[in-house]
């Protein structure tokens, strides 16, 4: 990411990616495309179409493009994995496999900072001809059906094996797709099957809920029927009003006398106007449903504001659901995505049903259940795919009909599903393949500024994800040395499903959760302040600011990820790229006037998840502990070894690491600076976390005085570099190298600073001369800058 491959200027980001894969590809071998491949690939660029020839492994698939306030700044380019059928014109896609090329565009010169594989090692489709014959009474399969299957083939092929009956209007545009075979059969002679692939729309507790259906014509038999569908059940809060107390004194079944005072006043935007000067809980974004799934008498209300009522009525739930939805919604668009391009294939306005009836269980028929959902139905056929629906049911069984508790008038649960309708927007899927969803974590990093639960850092109650529940099994605070790890005894990867000790993936999400708390309280979440009695408090701003800049990459990370179909997401590695793209590939984010510059974070992204046991030495067995750093990794210590935790105590380099002599003799005591116009000579350790040596690492010292240490801005001339012996030294693996003298004259009666910027093949800094990283031309704090780059080290005198 810090020295990424540039193309040509004014080159489109297909252009840009064909010639990285004949460098990458056809070159050096780095990626599996062959000569013949690529220039299949040339003469079919300027088409989206799913132009396929026999003979070739890869085709174009549409690029997906990034924009914030109508300025381009990401595509994400893929070619996607085709398996041509031996002797014939037939080549379907390869479920899954494909090359993603990440290009950003912060100039005339696109640049490509990461691609992926996920394509089919040794993939070949071979099939018997007399399966062929059987199934479709023909010996050659129509190349045609790669792409569409005729709808009386496709309802003929899939008829039996669903359970349909005459209605098979559920069912979807279909094609013929190659998939892994687990095991060899009498149909096949490679290492591919091949599947109808479709989505189909099944009768689940009386309402049609979309399903992914992968059926092997060949074999009969039903790879994957499965619902697209999220579920968290068993979990219930209203409004998080012990986050707003700082205890857990009321509960779900606390009466609306105790629950009442903790109502907060809001605003309902852009609501519809009908007759005689009312509105309707329905917007722009959102629409509450109506007529209500369960009748007329749970409507959502039409009236003239203000709309107040009990928070234990039906009435409160619904304006709970606008009011949450919307702002996410609105959230987003402040990222400075467009609504209609992030979410361009789900049916808007973005509709929630405040009651609702669940998938199964108690609350199939009447609604009394204590869960929550987001699936698709059936959408018109003009329009975007998916009509995603919210859908939440009760909080509590404590009333469930005179004074009900709706589940969607917590926040913390909202947030959860809501992440539920990025994910099927970006992906075709509600959940990732390797975690149920981010939506914990966005509950949990967005709530927590503000929570009375956090007056501590290390208080347990904090890392309660669902405080209103107090339930000890959700928390984002998990240990990876208790298993919690992404290579950890706690966590099971589904293949394709979860197993029986983590049906629903909610392991797998505390582990996510728990990174991404970490990297939010890297940030700034763990900042503290002292208040006017003296005493460290949450310093709410800077955490505000923490989780405002988390969430924006959690969301822009999503609408980042491919379609299942292309690119599922199946490793936590793929996530935590998308979120360290989504911090390089960013010029600014604005949080209420106060601009935080890309490319900052990336590498605290990768920490927190090093940390959670990502990035292992290769291992049969699970593993829980911290994953291995950067195979090079260099640092100024600052009393952190190169990590990334706030610290509250300071973000200045050691004495130790950083230090002034009067003398050029490298001695290694720390001296005080004189300002009588003599010469003063820096020196610095430079260290090494990572396993390789550092070769060549090259350290430059700087100083500036007065405010202007503040901020670094080249172009100003704020900084200074200073003279001195800084040629290329090598750094050995968990070992170190004093640089220096550097020759330094600081000025009296002012503040004096110096930066240490280190450099290395393998881990530059974030404000190298050439970065292509937007916070390195600046203005950009330089407090936020040391803090998340270990390569940069800050001390600064007040000399009389």
């Given at each position: 990411m810090q020295?990424?491959a540039?193309g040509?200027?004014?080159?489109?980001?297909?252009?840009?990616?064909?010639?990285?894969?004949?460098?990458?590809g056809?070159n050096l071998?780095?990626?599996?495309?062959?000569h013949?491949?690529?220039?299949?690939?040339?003469?079919?660029?300027?088409?989206?179409?799913?132009?396929r020839?026999?003979?070739?492994?890869?085709?174009?698939?549409?690029?997906?493009?990034?924009?914030?306030?109508?300025?381009?700044?990401t595509?994400?380019?893929?070619v996607?994995?085709?398996?041509?059928?031996?002797?014939?014109?037939?080549?379907?896609?390869?479920?899954?496999?494909?090359?993603?090329?990440?290009?950003h565009?912060?100039?005339?010169i696109?640049?490509?900072?990461s691609?992926r594989s996920?394509?089919?090692?040794?993939?070949?489709?071979?099939?018997?001809?007399?399966?062929?014959e059987?199934?479709?009474?023909r010996?050659?399969?129509?190349?045609?059906?790669?792409?569409?299957?005729?709808r009386?083939?496709t309802?003929?092929?899939l008829?039996?094996?669903?359970?349909?009956?005459?209605?098979?209007a559920?069912i979807?545009?279909?094609?013929?797709?190659a998939?892994?075979?687990?095991?060899?059969?009498?149909?096949?002679?490679?290492?591919?099957?091949?599947?109808?692939?479709?989505?189909?729309f099944l009768?689940?507790?009386?309402?049609?809920?979309?399903?992914?259906?992968?059926?092997d014509?060949?074999?009969?038999?039903?790879?994957?029927?499965?619902?697209i569908?999220?579920?968290?059940?068993?979990?219930?809060?209203?409004?998080?009003?012990?986050?707003?107390?700082?205890?857990?004194?009321?509960?779900?079944?606390?009466?609306?006398d105790?629950?009442?005072?903790?109502?907060d006043?809001?605003?309902?935007?852009?609501?519809?106007?009908?007759?005689?000067?009312?509105?309707?809980?329905?917007?722009?974004r959102?629409?509450?449903?109506t007529p209500?799934?369960?009748?007329s008498?749970?409507?959502?209300?039409?009236?003239?504001?203000?709309?107040?009522?009990?928070?234990?009525?039906n009435?409160f739930a619904?304006?709970?659901?606008?009011?949450h939805?919307?702002?996410?919604?609105l959230?987003?668009?402040?990222?400075?995505f467009?609504?209609?391009?992030y979410f361009a294939?789900?049916?808007?306005?973005?509709?929630?049903?405040?009651?609702?009836?669940m998938?199964?269980?108690?609350?199939?028929?009447?609604?009394?259940?204590?869960?929550?959902?987001?699936?698709?139905?059936?959408?018109?056929?003009?329009?975007?795919?998916?009509?995603?629906?919210?859908?939440?049911?009760?909080?509590?069984f404590?009333?469930?009909?005179r004074?009900?508790?709706g589940?969607?008038?917590?926040?913390?649960?909202?947030?959860?599903?809501f992440?539920?309708?990025m994910?099927?927007?970006?992906?075709?899927?509600?959940?990732?393949d390797?975690?149920?969803?981010?939506?914990?974590?966005?509950?949990?990093?967005?709530?927590?500024?503000s929570?009375?639960?956090?007056?501590?850092?290390?208080?347990?109650?904090?890392?309660?994800t669902?405080?209103?529940?107090q339930?000890?099994?959700r928390?984002?605070?998990?240990?990876?040395?208790?298993g919690?790890?992404?290579?950890?005894?706690?966590?099971?990867?589904?293949?394709?499903?979860?197993?029986?000790?983590?049906?629903a993936?909610?392991?797998?999400?505390?582990i996510l959760s728990?990174?991404?708390?970490?990297?939010?309280?890297?940030?700034?979440?763990?900042?503290?302040r002292?208040?006017?009695e003296g005493?460290?408090?949450?310093?709410?701003?800077r955490?505000r600011?923490?989780?405002?800049?988390?969430?924006?990459l959690i969301?822009?990370?999503i609408?980042?990820?491919?379609?299942?179909e292309?690119?599922?997401?199946?490793?936590?590695?793929?996530?935590?790229?998308?979120?360290?793209?989504?911090?390089?590939g960013?010029?600014?984010?604005?949080?209420?006037?106060?601009?935080?510059?890309?490319?900052?974070?990336?590498?605290?992204?990768?920490?927190?998840?090093?940390?959670?046991g990502?990035?292992q030495?290769?291992?049969?067995?699970?593993?829980?502990?911290?994953g291995?750093p950067?195979?090079?990794?260099?640092?100024?210590?600052?009393?952190?070894a190169?990590?990334?935790?706030?610290s509250?105590?300071?973000w200045?380099a050691l004495?130790g690491a950083?230090?002034?002599?009067?003398?050029?003799?490298?001695?290694t005591?720390?001296?005080?600076?004189?300002?009588?116009?003599?010469?003063?000579?820096?020196?610095?350790?430079?260290?090494?976390?990572?396993?390789d040596?550092?070769?060549?690492?090259?350290?430059d010292?700087?100083?500036?005085?007065?405010?202007?240490a503040?901020?670094?801005l080249p172009?100003a001339?704020?900084?200074?570099?200073?003279?001195?012996?800084n040629?290329p030294q090598?750094?050995?693996?968990?070992?170190s190298y004093?640089?220096?003298?550097?020759?330094?004259t600081?000025?009296?009666?002012?503040?004096n600073?110096?930066?240490?910027?280190?450099s290395?093949?393998?881990?530059?800094?974030?404000?190298?001369?050439d970065s292509p990283?937007?916070c390195?031309?600046?203005?950009?704090?330089?407090e936020?800058?040391?803090r998340?780059?270990?390569?940069?080290?800050y001390?600064?005198?007040?000399l009389?």
């Amino acid at each position: 990411m810090q020295t990424p491959a540039k193309g040509e200027s004014g080159k489109s980001a297909k252009e840009t990616a064909l010639a990285y894969l004949y460098e990458a590809g056809v070159n050096l071998h780095l990626l599996p495309i062959n000569h013949d491949d690529w220039q299949h690939l040339s003469e079919t660029i300027h088409t989206d179409g799913p132009t396929r020839a026999a003979g070739f492994r890869f085709r174009w698939v549409a690029p997906r493009e990034l924009k914030r306030n109508t300025a381009l700044e990401t595509s994400i380019v893929w070619v996607q994995q085709t398996a041509p059928l031996q002797d014939s014109d037939f080549v379907p896609d390869v479920l899954g496999g494909s090359i993603r090329m990440v290009v950003h565009h912060h100039g005339a010169i696109p640049q490509i900072t990461s691609a992926r594989s996920t394509t089919i090692e040794n993939a070949e489709l071979s099939i018997a001809p007399e399966f062929i014959e059987r199934t479709f009474h023909r010996r050659d399969l129509d190349p045609s059906w790669a792409d569409i299957l005729p709808r009386e083939l496709t309802e003929g092929l899939l008829a039996a094996s669903l359970g349909l009956t005459d209605d098979k209007a559920g069912i979807g545009d279909a094609r013929l797709a190659a998939y892994p075979l687990r095991k060899r059969s009498a149909a096949y002679g490679g290492t591919l099957g091949l599947a109808v692939s479709t989505t189909a729309f099944l009768s689940v507790a009386g309402e049609e809920i979309a399903h992914r259906v992968l059926l092997d014509p060949f074999e009969d038999r039903l790879v994957r029927k499965a619902p697209i569908a999220s579920a968290c059940a068993g979990y219930a809060f209203l409004s998080d009003p012990d986050s707003k107390t700082g205890a857990f004194e009321l509960r779900p079944d606390s009466g609306a006398d105790l629950l009442d005072p903790e109502r907060d006043p809001v605003a309902l935007l852009d609501l519809d106007h009908v007759p005689s000067g009312r509105r309707k809980l329905s917007g722009p974004r959102v629409q509450v449903l109506t007529p209500a799934a369960l009748g007329s008498d749970y409507d959502p209300p039409v009236q003239r504001p203000p709309f107040s009522f009990s928070s234990r009525t039906n009435k409160f739930a619904a304006v709970s659901a606008y009011c949450h939805c919307d702002s996410m919604m609105l959230l987003v668009e402040q990222f400075g995505f467009k609504i209609a391009d992030y979410f361009a294939k789900i049916r808007r306005p973005l509709v929630v049903e405040h009651r609702a009836k669940m998938l199964a269980g108690s609350g199939a028929r009447d609604g009394r259940g204590i869960n929550a959902y987001v699936t698709p139905f059936r959408a018109e056929p003009v329009g975007p795919p998916w009509d995603a629906r919210m859908l939440f049911g009760l909080a509590d069984f404590a009333d469930t009909w005179r004074n009900p508790l709706g589940l969607v008038a917590d926040v913390r649960f909202v947030w959860h599903e809501f992440c539920h309708v990025m994910i099927l927007a970006a992906t075709g899927s509600t959940e990732f393949d390797f975690a149920h969803s981010a939506g914990d974590a966005l509950a949990a990093i967005m709530d927590d500024p503000s929570s009375k639960l956090n007056k501590r850092n290390d208080d347990p109650c904090r890392g309660v994800t669902f405080p209103f529940i107090q339930l000890p099994l959700r928390r984002h605070d998990r240990r990876v040395e208790d298993g919690w790890g992404w290579n950890g005894t706690q966590y099971e990867r589904p293949n394709p499903t979860y197993g029986l000790r983590d049906p629903a993936g909610y392991n797998a999400e505390q582990i996510l959760s728990s990174t991404l708390f970490r990297l939010y309280c890297a940030l700034g979440g763990d900042a503290l302040r002292t208040n006017a009695e003296g005493n460290p408090e949450p310093d709410i701003e800077r955490r505000r600011a923490a989780a405002y800049y988390c969430a924006y990459l959690i969301v822009n990370a999503i609408g980042s990820l491919g379609c299942v179909e292309t690119e599922p997401t199946i490793e936590a590695s793929q996530f935590a790229t998308a979120l360290m793209e989504a911090d390089v590939g960013t010029s600014e984010v604005d949080d209420d006037g106060t601009p935080r510059l890309g490319g900052m974070v990336h590498k605290v992204v990768r920490w927190a998840f090093e940390r959670q046991g990502l990035y292992q030495i290769l291992s049969n067995s699970p593993r829980n502990e911290p994953g291995r750093p950067p195979a090079v990794d260099i640092f100024v210590d600052d009393n952190r070894a190169g990590s990334y935790g706030y610290s509250n105590s300071g973000w200045h380099a050691l004495p130790g690491a950083l230090w002034v002599r009067q003398n050029p003799d490298g001695g290694t005591a720390d001296e005080p600076p004189t300002t009588s116009g003599q010469t003063n000579y820096v020196y610095v350790i430079l260290r090494n976390r990572g396993d390789d040596a550092a070769m060549a690492a090259s350290v430059d010292v700087f100083a500036a005085t007065g405010p202007q240490a503040d901020t670094w801005l080249p172009q100003a001339g704020y900084w200074l570099k200073l003279p001195g012996n800084n040629g290329p030294q090598t750094v050995p693996s968990g070992g170190s190298y004093t640089f220096g003298p550097f020759e330094w004259t600081p000025q009296a009666g002012i503040r004096n600073a110096l930066l240490v910027r280190t450099s290395v093949d393998g881990d530059h800094s974030n404000i190298d001369d050439d970065s292509p990283l937007r916070c390195a031309t600046g203005p950009t704090p330089v407090e936020y800058l040391v803090r998340s780059d270990n390569n940069l080290g800050y001390r600064e005198w007040r000399l009389p």
